[in-house]
């Protein structure tokens, strides 16, 4: 009687264990299509647009053409895709024919309104300097010139105030005279107006969008002016900036009437920058 009765509850465990494992097996099936089911739902409601390649924590330059190489497919949700958006499967139509117009940083969109035909020219007006003058850069700051951001075309006088040793009164020493602000600088060495002609292509919507953005401040403040002098006073600054670690300061001149480019340019600036652009003019 004893050995019937292990004998059934041998063969109803082995039952259990059976069934146990084929709900197990059905409900491991049944997660499987579910989140296959999922999955396949959230891919047909994606779609792939065109984003920059830069490698991680980096960004395209502006004027950067668009390649196969500066380009990489992002999924977005269709209800996300905007018509400023390029999708990855028409990214031909753009390929090794635009420009950036704009710095994108790596996995960002490229969007349709930060791309251009032409290729800005960057530092155009050193086209203009005048034979027998030279180029250089000075260091710069809103308050080493009253607060005021300057332009293209304006004059200034770079002088510095040096101590009699002797007497120890202080001379002003004018070390560049009525020279030509060509161009201004950013910490990165990039060219501020080439930045701001690229921002006045914008429509109002993404200059606001890359107003808010984390490095705008940092790649539109110059730290340095690059300036045309003529070859001597370049010599007699050559010399001063060597001998000496006096702060030079920036005298600003009449300003003349600027062109239709720099007041696109001027405009921008004053959009853009909480700082006084006027100066003298005639």
């Known amino acids: 009687m004893g050995k019937v009765f292990s004998k059934k509850i041998k063969t109803t465990t082995n039952k259990n264990?059976?069934?146990?494992l084929i709900v197990l097996t059905l409900s491991l099936f049944v997660v499987a299509v579910l989140v296959f089911g999922v999955m396949t739902r959230v891919a047909n409601q994606q779609v792939d647009i065109v984003a920059a390649k830069a490698g991680e924590g980096n960004r395209l330059a502006g004027k950067t053409l668009l390649t196969e190489d500066t380009v990489q497919p992002k999924p977005v949700l269709k209800e996300n895709l905007t018509d400023k958006m390029i999708k990855w499967e028409d990214r031909d139509k753009y390929l090794d024919k635009l420009y950036l117009d704009i710095p994108v940083r790596d996995g960002d969109p490229i969007y349709t309104d930060i791309i251009s035909k032409e290729?800005?020219?960057?530092?155009?007006?050193?086209?203009?300097?005048?034979?027998?003058n030279v180029a250089i850069t000075v260091p710069y700051s809103y308050q080493s010139a009253g607060g005021k951001l300057l332009m293209p075309g304006d004059r200034i006088i770079y002088s510095s105030g040096i101590e009699d040793p002797n007497t120890k009164e202080v001379n002003v020493q004018v070390l560049l005279d009525n020279v030509i602000v060509k161009d201004m600088l950013n910490k990165e060495g990039e060219s501020i107006y080439?930045?701001?002609r690229e921002l006045a292509l914008l429509d109002e919507a993404s200059k606001e969008k890359l107003q808010k953005s984390e490095d705008f401040r940092e790649f539109i403040t110059p730290i340095s002016l690059m300036v045309e002098v003529p070859k001597p006073?370049?010599?007699?600054?050559?010399?001063?900036?060597f001998e000496s670690k006096v702060k030079p300061t920036i005298g600003i001149l009449q300003r003349v009437q600027l062109?239709?480019?720099?007041?696109?340019?001027?405009?921008?600036?004053?959009?853009?920058?909480?700082?006084?652009?006027?100066?003298?003019?005639n």
């Open 17 to 20: 264990r059976k069934f146990g």
């Open 119 to 132: 290729r800005l020219v960057p530092g155009q007006w050193l086209e203009q300097i005048k034979d027998g």
């Open 194 to 196: 080439d930045k701001y």
């Open 233 to 241: 006073q370049y010599i007699n600054y050559a010399k001063f900036n």
């Open 259 to 281: 062109d239709n480019e720099q007041l696109v340019i001027y405009s921008t600036i004053k959009q853009f920058l909480d700082v006084d652009t006027t100066a003298p003019t």
